[in-house]
């Protein structure tokens, strides 16, 4: 019997459509570590139409854009000018994850930042037009001391 969910794609899984799609599996690779489980080309266009990709623990997919399947319009960042959707990954060392994926190719949107809520935190974005966040713990503070920690940056 099959498994119904199979325990490396349990929970919420983004699904990122990237143009093109094989060189963002090679950044990925190179930028975050990412490891390839399964890659699924289309036979005709040799387009990637399912790649599923690991970091740590986390699972995510990316897809070539199809806009042919999707009423002629594009569903890639590139396509669509821009995302409002950023992929968040807490990291040991957030200075470190940044750089190293400038050094593969990502732009800094956010260089790294000390930040009220306790954490260290800055974002990229992605040679295909993905946002990616990550931020380092620094400070455990109570839900008060977060929200005077705002108030006092948004006064300032």
Known sequence: MTESIPA?????????????CSEAIEFYKKAFDAEERFRLP???????????LVIGEASFFVADDFPEHCGGKSSS???LGGT?????????DCD?????????????????TDMFWGDRYGVVVDPFGHNWSFA???????KDEIYEGMKAMREG
């Open 84 to 92: 409002p959707v950023s992929l968040h990954r807490y990291v040991e």
């Open 77 to 79: 960042p590139k396509g």
């Open 136 to 142: 380092t713990p620094q400070r455990s503070l109570s």
């Open 42 to 52: 289309d036979p005709g266009s040799g387009k990637i139409m399912h790649c599923d």
């Open 8 to 20: 490396t794609h349990r929970g919420l899984i983004p699904h990122l459509v990237c143009d093109p």
């Open 96 to 112: 470190a994850a940044i750089a190293k994926a400038e050094a593969a190719g990502a732009t800094i949107k956010m260089p790294a």
